[in-house]
C-alpha cells in the first residue's frame, strides 16, 4: 500500500520535473505545481484513469475528469492510457479522447487534439509514440500511428501514420522525414563536399 503509493507520488514529481525541463519560462518546482493548468490536467487524469480501471467508479472517473476539465480547458478522458512525463503546455483546448495512447516523454500544445474521426466504438483514436511533440492547435485523427520522437507541426491535420522522427505539417499534413543525425556528428564544411 505505502510502496505503491510511493510510486504514485514518484510519478507525479515527474511530471513536475518534466514541466521544468520542456519549458524555458518555468521557475521553480513550487510555481508549476500551483500554476500549471497542463499539469493539473495530468494530475487529475492520473487519478481519473485510476478509477476508470473499477467498472463501478467510471461514472465519478468520468465526472472527476469534467470537473478538471472546467478548471484547466484540457480533456482527458479517464480511459485513455498515457505514458510518463506528459507535459502539455498552455493547455487550454487540449482534447484526448477514449482509446488514444501516449508514449513516454510527450509535449502537447494548446489546442492540440487527438480525436476520434468516425463515431463507431472500439479503437479510433491515435497512438503516439515517445517523445512525440504536437504543435498548437494541430489535429490528430482516428485511429493513427505516430511514432518515436515525430513532430507535428502547429495547425496540422493528421489523419494517416507519421513515421518515428518525422516531421508533419500542414492540412492535410504531409510527412517530411528528417535527415538522420549521427550521435558524434560536428558541423565541418569540409571542402571535398564540393568536388
Ligand atoms: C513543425 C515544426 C516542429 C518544424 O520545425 P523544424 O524541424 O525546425 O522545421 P522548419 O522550421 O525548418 O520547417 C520545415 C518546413 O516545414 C514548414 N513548416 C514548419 N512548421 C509549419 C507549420 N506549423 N505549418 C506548415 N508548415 C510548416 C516550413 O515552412 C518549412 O518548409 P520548407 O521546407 O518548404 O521551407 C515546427 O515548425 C512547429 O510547428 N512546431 C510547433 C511549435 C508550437 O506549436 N509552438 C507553440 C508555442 S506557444
Known amino acids: 500500500m505505502w510502496s505503491r ?32 493548468p497542463g499539469v493539473h490536467a495530468v494530475w487529475g487524469y492520473r487519478l481519473a484513469h485510476r478509477m476508470w ?19 484547466t480547458g484540457i480533456e482527458i478522458h479517464p480511459g485513455a492510457r498515457i505514458g510518463r512525463r506528459l507535459f502539455i503546455d498552455h493547455g487550454m483546448g487540449v482534447v484526448i479522447g477514449e482509446t488514444a495512447e501516449v508514449g513516454d516523454d510527450v509535449l502537447l500544445f494548446h489546442g492540440a487534439t487527438l480525436g476520434g474521426k468516425a463515431m463507431r ?17 494541430a489535429k490528430v485523427l482516428g485511429p493513427v500511428w505516430v511514432g518515436d520522437g515525430a513532430q507535428i507541426g502547429a495547425n496540422a491535420v493528421v489523419i494517416a501514420d507519421v513515421p518515428p522522427g518525422a516531421v508533419a505539417v500542414g492540412v492535410p499534413a ?22
Open 5 to 36: 503509493l510511493r510510486r504514485f507520488l514518484d510519478v507525479l514529481r515527474e511530471d513536475l520535473d518534466a514541466a521544468i525541463r520542456r519549458d524555458p519560462a518555468a521557475l521553480t518546482l513550487v510555481e508549476v505545481a500551483l500554476a500549471y
Open 53 to 71: 480501471r473499477e467498472p463501478h467508479l467510471r461514472l465519478p472517473a468520468r465526472l472527476l475528469s469534467q470537473a478538471v476539465r472546467a478548471a
Open 121 to 137: 466504438r472500439g479503437k479510433r483514436h491515435p497512438t503516439l509514440g515517445d517523445r512525440v511533440v504536437v504543435g498548437a492547435g
Open 174 to 195: 504531409r510527412v517530411r522525414v528528417k535527415p538522420r543525425v549521427l550521435p558524434d556528428a560536428v558541423d565541418v564544411d569540409d571542402p571535398a563536399m564540393y568536388i
